[in-house]
């Protein structure tokens, strides 16, 4: 088979920079056609791998290619997606450093099936353990599931990802995978209830109907067939020939058992699938006072039924509002669910290689909201190539001294500022017409655009363009010129798109409904949140920039797939198509500088430590700088001077600690810049994080004056961004502090955990006691175990705080009103209990007496009633025991005729303060006593 390959990958060359005519993209494009009529798919460019889609099935990814290629140079075999998984795996190794593979393209081009070729590679050929099995079976089994859930048939492509995925694959220090990560980024949720002409909805949907059992489908209210249901047969492409959903739902049910869902997770995860699809069947007309009514109640049994006056048209927009958001949540709950089965409990230091597979660059018929963020997207990933081959490396050639021709190249930076710039790109204007006051449009957002950025070279509509583009846009779109072409957005559906807003009693239905997953994804907190959450643009601007952050931190390969027609024929080769690919990819810039440049570029250290063995001088170690080793390495072996370059600095570095001179000046030039460069990825991110990049000798002193700068800065914007409310909060730790740090036990684990303004909501406290209070405002609140004088009963009670007074309330009732001016004190056990016992003076023979009180969050509760009461040493820390006093010197009245002194006392056994196993000893008025336990009590 081996010798096979050899032979026939003798068609072309296969590396593009072996090409002779290496400047003409007729001679690439000759060349790539040559390769993809013999079925040669796979082309480097260095090392970079193109890729063209056969759209059929080839043979070359059997147990034996993947053996062949496992630890092989990266050059020795013909190109291919192992090697290029293959050689970051072992560089991973080698150096120990994190790698991702970036897969571009446009949709329909491949990438999916590249990133499954690279995760089944590394689940086969890394050493295992047996232990480690079921890591490695669910990360592969992770894509099936993700892609039924998130993957749906357009007209360019059977299997496109509509959302994005970036898997980190963890490998612990001898290369075994261990465990995995991922992020999702912009589920394409309006699938859910619209399609395009010739699409179909997500997988998951046909495959449950094609491949339940009949049982399953009678329990969930469904039937087989797709045409039934209005949120699959919009384009009547139910079926698809090329997609076999039965056998599709047998492999997503087995990776199921593997990854860990309960049958209860399937249960709930599939009556929501139902769900969905009975929402889409629900049918409104209008009654006569124009609110929309359900006349056919078929579908509501199987759901939870909302009713609400709202007109026919806004009952259809709630009804499909709500459809996206459980289908949306609930696609971020299985993410969520599928990280946690591959989490790694080991948490000793972890090498990774990330996956990005990422939507494709997009242009349909008509192109909405979803096509501008993934052509956005695409933009991004542009950039980040560019920054990390041609313009770096150009930069580096230059900065190293080495003669080189500038190579051109279109930078799209200024198309990625159009979308994005602050307060004036395409996205912060759309989020400015969302929530202004006033009526806004799509149409409204379209003038806007025209004028604020109307005069951007990159920007068109219909009435800023010449009379030949007026007539290919229409009234409401524009165009924009991206790296990849022109694409014209419609821009109905932007604004609501961009809100993605659902009615307030809508996520009060989800929220207390029965199915756990919902309840997880709609949680009762969102309700109390009155702030605008952000828009789903801007959050999607925020996630593509920490993707890059990501990114930006790790060693890269690249992978550019190419769609070779728009029919997904085999063998079709169409120039036009790949050559505009070719184009837009930047695939001709990347050749010539490969070809001008040097395709192997090691740092010294990594370069000595792979070829010392090949010197004497150098073997077994070498004790100089690396630099030196490599320069005598070199020459031992006998490279011609035109056949490599060192890098000027050599002699910089080997002068570096010497007094500033000609010899070291560009070096140490170089290494302030550099140092400078590199710290913008190495920020702290907040006042906690203590990390910062170890400076070099020579910027020690500048190095701590930026770090003492940057944590002023951080502590300057921590205190910006502090709300009253938290600034409250942060009041009470501090008085909580002076009470409490060092006298109590658990006060230490208490700091991280926050006070909150109430324990109890107001809808809570029965009417007839706010009336009772005579509506005093309420402080605090907080549920409450109160025990009886007599017998120490526990009783389930509140505690109520007001500015005046403390309540202790039994439903209806006041069972005790303490008042501030009456208040004695407070006393807690030094222990870690939750027991108080709040004193009250003896004067006013109408209170009842001191409270015991048990509290789940006895440090919060303590901390605002002395903050409420407003008495210095109001509470005291008992050491080991808490006295409450009825005699003379003021305390509790067990009873109005015989004043007793009731001392608690630990029980013997006992680690906590609990009053029902305490020892009560009781002094009478006459000055005999007698022992009481908490059993002679009940």
Known sequence: MEGTLTARDKVGVQDFVLLDAHTSESAFMDNLRKRFSENLIYTYIGTLLVSVNPYQELGIYTMRQMELYQGVNFFELPPHVYAIADNAYRMMCSELNNHFILISGESGAGKTEAS???????????????????????????????????????????????????????????????????????????????????????????????GSEADHLAYLGLERDPQLYKYLSQD??????????????????????????TEADLQNLFGIIASVLHLGNIRFQEDDQGCATIPDTHEIKWIAKVVCPLTLELSVYARDAMAKAVYGRTFTWL??????????????????????DIYGFEVFDKNGFEQFCINYCNEKLQQLLIERTLKAEQAEYETEGIEWEPIQYFNNKIICDLVEERHKGIISILDEECIRPGPATDLSFLEKLEEKVGKHAHFQTRKLAGPKGQKRIGWMEFRLFHYAGEVTYCTKGFLEKNNDLLYRHLKEALCGCQNSILRECFLAAELENHRRPPTVGTQF????????????????????????NDRKEPSEFDDFLVRHQIKYLGL???LRVRRAGFAYQRKYEHFLQRYKSLCPDTWPHWPGPPGEGVERLIKYIGYKPEEYKLGKFINGFINRHQPLSPNNEEFLVFVRKNYILNLRYHIPKNVLDKSWLQPPGILENASDLLRKMCTRNLVRKYCCGVTAEWTAMMQQKVVASEIFRGKKEGYAESLNQPFVNTRIDEGDINPKVLQLMDSEKIQYSVPVIKYDRKGFKPRQRQLILTQKAAYVVELAKIKQKIEYSALKGVSTSSLSDGI??????????????????????????VTKLAMLVKKENLVNVVQGRCRCGGSPDGGMHLSSINPVSVQLRQAPGKQEFDPVSYVCKKKHASGSSESITSEDTE
């Open 541 to 564: 601007k925020n996630s593509l920039s920490s993707l890059l952050e990501i990114l930006i931190s790790k060693e890269p390969s690249y992978i550019r797939c190419i769609k070779p």
């Open 236 to 261: 009547h492409c139910a079926k698809e020939s090329s997609v076999n959903d039965k056998n599709d739902w047998k492999t997503v049910s087995d990776a199921f058992s593997v990854i860990d869902f």
């Open 588 to 590: 001709m810039e990347h």
């Open 116 to 210: 499954k070729k690279i995760l089944q590679y590394f689940a086969v050929t890394c050493p295992m353990t047996e232990s480690l099995q079921i890591a490695r079976d669910r990360l592969l089994l992770s894509n099936p599931v993700l892609e039924a859930f998130g993957n749906a048939r357009t007209p360019r492509n059977d299997n496109s990802s509509r959302f994005g995925k970036y898997m980190d694959i963890q490998f612990d220090f001898q290369g075994v995978p261990v465990g995995g990560h991922i992020i999702s980024y912009l589920i394409e949720k309006s699938r859910v209830v619209h399609q395009n002409q010739g699409e179909r909805n997500f997988h998951i949907f046909y495959q449950l109907l094609a």
């Open 335 to 356: 993410v969520n669910k599928i990280n946690s089965s591959l989490v790694n409990k080991d948490f000793t230091q972890k090498t990774v290689i990330g996956l990005l």
């Open 836 to 861: 108080l016992v709040i004193h009250v003076s003896p004067e006013n023979k109408k209170k009842k007496g001191d409270a015991i009180l048990l509290c789940e969050h006895v440090f919060e509760v």
